[in-house]
């Protein structure tokens, strides 16, 4: 029998305020069924995370992203804007890209070569008008538009047109993050991995710090349990930061010298947003990491990660960033282990629903509840914490 994911009964548990609240269910994680659902809910019913936006930024450049339920193209323009259009040729609908390309001047359909410009314009119908088709105007069949708009340097696509503009959906987020100027960082190196997780999984892992200390003893040098604190306001994201960012023994983040022209907080901080619902954002002083989820099954999902560094650290040597990119991926691999393991025990265990740590896991309870606003068609902006937050969580002040 399939649970019905809209109602009130099924999402009960973590509608509780967090001290009372149950975690998500297994079956949240392991069923198909949900899965399918949540491609609809979730990613087709809101913004999502889909590419650095300096992978995007070369004019001819267009790439190929699954979105829920869609296949979706980016392309620049010649004009240097980003565009979003659906995977689909307006003759009769086959995929038109199955991979990222470059140096393009037109978009040809593999079938029967319509082209489209890369601003989505009809622009080649070879031999379609040899005998004349009655009505037929080109300019009636661009390729179909996907809403796109950028934030802290990322990509994010759209394809519910009555979801509020993307600077609605981060609320105060830009304003906490405008001191960097991410609009300007470049990728300096990135990848992509396979993960035998859900991809909720790997983004609740990076939203709390409660297993720091045991599965990331070395990160927990630089990023002590001790110096995090609340970065969140209202919007769609779950935030903390690491205040001061400590060398110690291990100088892996301060490697390379900050970014010119940051106030005393972004200075000596690094900032770890989960953005809803599929985007992971560490920036530190010199650099930032980037992580995009692609779902792919209830089991599995693809990881596309990428190092950003502001426009000062274009002479870098190699040996200063590689010193930061390797820390990352030592990091990375022992959160890929451990989420693989809790699919494993979600899927085998005989698990049903647990309870959340206050003190560490509130962004994890706040995540869940914007999961089941998805699913129950609510359109609602999260709150920022309330007064009573410092001491519920643990924090106290944030320093500088």
């Given at each position: 029998m399939v649970s019905d994911y809209t109602s009130d009964e099924f999402w009960s548990g973590i509608r509780r305020p967090v001290e009372h609240a149950a975690t998500m269910p297994a079956e949240v994680y392991t069923s198909p069924a949900f899965f399918e659902a949540e491609q609809r809910a979730v990613f087709d019913g809101g913004w999502v995370g889909v590419a650095c936006a300096a992978d995007v930024a070369i004019p001819g450049t267009v790439l190929v992203r699954s979105m829920g339920s869609r296949s979706i193209l980016l392309s620049c323009g010649r004009d240097g804007e980003i565009r979003g259009f659906l995977n689909a040729c307006r003759h009769r609908g086959t995929e038109l890209l199955d991979c990222d390309t470059s140096d393009l001047h037109m978009i040809r359909c593999p079938y029967h070569r319509w082209g489209y410009g890369l601003d989505g314009t009809l622009v080649a119908t070879p031999k379609f008008t040899e005998v004349p088709v009655e009505g037929f105007d080109p300019d009636d069949y661009p390729l179909k538009p996907v809403r796109i708009d950028t934030f802290a340097g990322i990509v994010f696509a759209c394809l519910?047109?009555?979801?509020?503009?993307?600077?609605?959906?981060?609320?105060?987020?830009?304003?906490?993050?405008?001191?960097?100027?991410?609009?300007?960082?470049?990728?300096?190196?990135?990848?992509?991995?396979?993960?035998?997780?859900?991809?909720?999984?790997?983004?609740?892992?990076?939203?709390?710090?409660?297993?720091?200390?045991?599965?990331?003893?070395?990160?927990?040098?630089?990023?002590?349990?001790?110096?995090?604190?609340?970065?969140?306001?209202?919007?769609?994201?779950?935030?903390?930061?690491?205040?001061?960012?400590?060398?110690?023994?291990?100088?892996?983040?301060l490697a390379m010298p900050a970014a010119p022209g940051l106030g005393p907080s972004d200075s000596q901080s690094g900032r770890h947003i989960a953005l809803f619902p599929n985007v992971m954002l560490s920036v530190l002083p010199n650099h930032a990491f980037v992580i995009l989820l692609e779902p792919l099954s209830p089991s599995r999902t693809r990881e596309r990660y990428a190092w950003l560094l502001p426009p000062s650290a274009e002479s870098?040597?190699?040996?200063?960033?590689?010193?930061?990119?390797?820390?990352?991926?030592?990091?990375?691999?022992?959160?890929?282990?451990?989420?693989?393991?809790?699919?494993?025990?979600?899927?085998?265990?005989?698990?049903?629903?647990?309870?959340?740590?206050?003190?560490?896991?509130?962004?994890?309870?706040?995540?869940?509840?914007?999961?089941?606003?998805?699913?129950?068609?609510?359109?609602?902006?999260?709150?920022?914490?309330?007064?009573?937050?410092?001491?519920?969580?643990?924090?106290?002040?944030?320093p500088l």
């Open positions: 519910d047109p009555t979801i509020a503009p993307l600077t609605e959906w981060f609320g105060d987020l830009a304003e906490k993050l405008s001191g960097y100027g991410l609009d300007r960082w470049s990728v300096r190196a990135g990848g992509t991995v396979e993960i035998e997780a859900n991809w909720k999984l790997l983004t609740e892992n990076y939203q709390e710090y409660y297993h720091l200390t045991w599965v990331h003893p070395e990160l927990a040098k630089v990023s002590r349990v001790k110096d995090h604190y609340r970065f969140q306001g209202s919007g769609m994201y779950c935030g903390q930061t690491t205040t001061p960012v400590s060398g110690d023994d291990r100088n892996d983040w870098i040597p190699e040996a200063d960033f590689e010193l930061t990119k390797t820390f990352w991926i030592d990091v990375n691999n022992e959160d890929i282990d451990i989420c693989e393991r809790s699919q494993r025990g979600l899927a085998r265990g005989g698990f049903s629903e647990g309870r959340y740590s206050v003190r560490f896991e509130e962004p994890l309870h706040r995540f869940a509840n914007m999961i089941a606003d998805r699913f129950q068609r609510i359109d609602r902006i999260p709150a920022g914490d309330d007064a009573d937050s410092s001491v519920r969580f643990g924090d106290g002040v944030l």
